[in-house]
């Protein structure tokens, strides 16, 4: 059986450059505005479609639904600049 070499499997190293690209993002929002990966990735799908449900954010981002929650709870109660950036209503987060 051949051995699996993680470097050349396509899929695994997609993810890597995914993770580099967001982590690169987040040293540029990250500086102004204290930023997670997952709370940059709710806004980004807010400012395009304006209102969509947690499930539908989480479809759009390709995020699980708990990374979806824990973003908008820490937009809805951010402080300073994050604060309210993020609104949960009759069921949707907008």
Do not use: C
């Not at 050349?8 to 982590?23: E, M, T, W």
């Not at 981002?61 to 994050?82: D, Q």
């Amino acid at each position: 059986m051949t051995k699996l070499e993680l470097e050349k499997f396509l899929p695994y190293r997609l993810n890597r450059i995914a993770s580099v690209v967001s982590r690169g993002f987040r040293a540029v929002y990250g500086r102004h505005h204290d930023l997670t990966i997952p709370e940059w990735r709710v806004l980004a799908t807010l400012g395009q479609f304006e209102e969509m449900s947690a499930r539908e954010i989480g479809l759009h981002s390709s995020m699980h639904k708990t990374k979806v929650s824990r973003a908008v709870r820490a937009l809805e109660g951010g402080v300073g600049f994050n604060a309210g950036l993020a609104t949960t209503t009759g069921g949707k987060k907008s």
